[in-house]
């Protein structure tokens, strides 16, 4: 993460790591709140959206700071002819000022907001103190504009509505509610608004997450945004820092499977069986995060149906030992699935690779990287590092397991952003000996039944890639 606030989260997350290595987290840094920008083109109905997704989480702390709040307030030169001054260009407002706004209520401390006087063309009176909330909704013309606060959003909407609705809303709403007249609007659409949109604001859909056609009266569209963000907000607070970071949503059905494996009194024979659903699991939901393209068929009905199949073929690695009781899995998933192999161990205070036995072609495949527990996260940098020399992207990397320590979660994805983590839940953090906490013991020995020796022989003899 390039902010300055994530640096600080992740700077926190380390600290606590090394400094406190037998006391697990205990979540004393503040609840990250999850971000929403909310763009468009003046009069798009940004406003209305912001509304109805505040009026919808009404049993979340929302807030909306308003990109209009933080204009420049005009120089008596430029309160005389304000008709000759360019609203909607970048340089009309505080960008810098804004910045430091979001990042303070980032961090949990309250902001006093400025309050700007559309009819003046100045700020007025104290300002509005805003504080920390669960939500924080940005929304403005050009809040995707400057790339500073767009890595501070968890989520970045553009609201797009036709030029001439917009137009006519604008008329309505200047004249109405700040006192001018038609001409005057129009004259300065024509000269400012216009141009600006298609220089400035335009341009910035492409960074959009979620694009809403037809603004508050796209329902489906708010729906499904509503439905993301209720499920971030219930997710673990590294997930809002991470956007490469998946938690599968827990239910009773998962916790009930989570009891059973951690368990130390769990006979092998329940061990591996509750574990084996419950990489199923994971690999399922990490298989939805796969490129794909939509494919029309026809059905023994002689109906057109519309579906989608993968862009691109796909391959398993697993990191020996644990890894490879995931493959079972993923084969039952990808029929003819390749398999590539990597053992990595630990030498002195780091990991090297011993073994590895890769698909000819993997550069040209999407990877779904296998290792059941994300401890500190020193194998699987070794291992990610080893696919990127093999030329995989980064971004076509998976890397699925069942569950991760926050250590670990920071070393891969401060190093790694673009690849994407698919875990089933997220533990409390590392003890002395490097051991996830609670962790479930050392998996590979409760899968296998073994004391954690590994035949290389035995690998070259059965691995067929």
Known sequence: MDGEIYAKIEENVKDQCSSQPNVVHEQ?????????GVAGGTASGKTTVCNVI????????????NLDSFYHSLNDQQSANPQDYNFDHPDSFDME???????????GHPFNVPCYDYKIHKNSGPGRMVNPSDVIILEGILVLHDERIRDLMNMKIFVDSDSDVRLGRRIKRDTVERGRNIQYVLDQYDKHVKPSFEEFILPSKKHADVIIPRGSDNDVAIDLILQHIRTKLG????????????VIPSTFQLRGMHTLIRDAKTRKHDFVFYADRLIRLVVEHGLGHLPFTEKQITTPTESIYTGVVFCKSLCGVSVIRSGESMENALRACCKGIKIGKVLIQRQGNGRKLIYEK??????CRQVLLLDPVLASGDSAVEAISLLLNKGVSESNIIFLNLIAAPEGIYAVCKQYPRLKIVTSEIDEGLNEQSTVIPGMGDFGDRY???GGYVSMPFLQKNNKC
């Open 97 to 107: 000022l804004l910045l430091s706004c979001m990042e303070t209520l980032k961090n």
């Open 54 to 65: 505040i009026s919808r989480l009404h049993d979340q702390r929302v807030v909306l700071i």
């Open 235 to 246: 997710q673990h607070d590294l997930c809002k820092i991470y956007h490469n970071l998946f």
């Open 28 to 36: 004393k840094r503040n609840k990250v709140p999850f971000i929403i």
């Open 448 to 450: 296998f039944g073994t």
């Open 358 to 363: 890769l698909p000819k072609d993997i550069a």
